[in-house]
């Protein structure tokens, strides 16, 4: 299993400010997962990192917006820029399970807030 | 393309009684399905996959799914219901054909148990 820390958990931010995501896994994983879960709604991908390439952004999502680090196989950041309040969320980053398991392992979250 | 779909916004159920979350789903080719259950300010936790096999799946807390073919169905249950069991549970399908493995999830069910 993958055992992942996410920070922050929870912040409250002014409008046109930027945050950024941090998640840390106790293991090597060769793709992490960014998603998002706004207010009552189910879980969006944001964008794939793979560690040495350039993050892969689902539809509706651009890097402008949404920069994404991974500068090793067991650490990604994802910002959040330039914020609106429609960008108060869950946000969640996730790997894939070792050893072929198939599932996704789900850090603990980032509730995000924007005043 | 993938998709899941959970018809039931919400679920209530009295302890001790039986519970069913229901998910259809609509895959190319095989599917690997999922069920998560996330707890209030909690990240998402594992309950259960299918990949292959027994239709019958066990997976944590006393939770097992059935997956039958022919209805397109992945559906959540449980014999007895517990109060700590009332949580948001999402189904989900792997996307190995879109984003490199990651999961779409159905919008979500509501789970309240009550005494």
């Known amino acids: 299993s993958a055992v992942i820390s996410q920070k922050p958990s929870r912040d409250i931010c002014q409008r046109g400010t930027s945050l950024t995501i941090q998640c840390q896994v106790d293991s090597q994983v060769t793709m992490m997962f960014w998603y998002r879960q706004q207010p009552g709604q189910s879980l969006t991908l944001i964008a794939t990192a793979n560690q040495g390439s350039e993050a892969t952004y689902e539809s509706g999502f651009v890097i402008d917006k949404f920069p994404i680090s991974r500068p090793n196989l067991t650490f990604s950041t994802l910002t959040v820029s330039n914020m609106s309040p429609e960008d108060s969320s869950i946000y969640l980053c996730s790997v894939d399970g070792q050893g072929g398991n198939e599932k996704l392992f789900f850090g603990s979250g980032t509730q995000l807030s924007v005043l | ?115």
């Open chain 2, 1 to 115: 393309a993938q998709s899941v779909a959970q018809p039931e916004d919400q679920v209530n159920v009295a302890e001790g009684n039986p519970l069913t979350v229901k998910c259809t789903y609509s895959v190319s080719g095989n599917p690997y399905l999922f069920w998560y259950v996330q707890y209030p300010n909690r990240g998402l936790q594992f309950l259960l996959k299918y990949i292959t096999g027994d239709n019958l799946v066990k997976g944590s807390y006393g939770f097992e799914a059935e997956f039958n073919k022919s209805q397109t169905s992945f559906h959540l249950k449980k014999p007895s219901a517990l109060v700590s069991d009332s949580a948001l549970y999402f189904c989900a399908v792997r996307d190995w054909g879109g984003s490199q493995g990651n999961l779409i999830f159905g919008k979500g069910t509501k789970l309240s148990v009550k005494p």
